[in-house]
Nanobody
Framework: QVQLAESGGGLVQAGGSLRLSCTIS??????????MGWFRQVPGKEREFVAGILWNASTSKYVDSVKGRFTISRDNPKNTLYLQMNSLKPEDTAVYYC?????????????????WGQGTQVTVSS
């Protein structure tokens, strides 16, 4: 069973930065062939797509609300996915989840992803 583990969440003031990391392991085939993504969720709301990246990093997608502030990247030799979050806003507060899928394109909905991490809390104070 593929395993994902996030780290790097925490409390930060508005305007600050955080970098989330996600390691992938126990892959059925080469880990770097998985499409990877970040989602976030606040209580009472559906899980929201934040960013996704193709296996070779040639394509990435972002939700409009984070464009220009967040950057998704991956280090395939380290089997690690990153989300650099700059200019954070209170509305970015959520539990952030790492996800993986074994398909050819970057998906933007939760049901398109096969594997999930446990999540890491990001809190942005005003």
């Amino acid at each position: 069973q593929v395993q994902l583990a996030e780290s790097g969440g925490g409390l930060v003031q508005a305007g600050g930065s955080l970098r989330l990391s996600c390691t992938i392991s126990r892959c059925m085939f080469t880990c770097n062939r998985y499409i990877m993504g970040w989602f976030r969720q606040v209580p009472g709301k559906e899980r929201e797509f934040v960013a996704g990246i193709l296996w070779n990093a040639s394509t990435s997608k972002y939700v409009d609300s984070v464009k220009g502030r967040f950057t998704i990247s991956r280090d395939n030799p380290k089997n690690t996915l990153y989300l650099q979050m700059n200019s954070l806003k209170p509305e970015d507060t959520a539990v952030y989840y790492c996800a993986a899928r074994s398909r050819a394109e970057v998906g933007t909905t939760p049901r398109e992803y096969d594997y999930w991490g446990q999540g890491t809390q990001v809190t942005v104070s005003s």
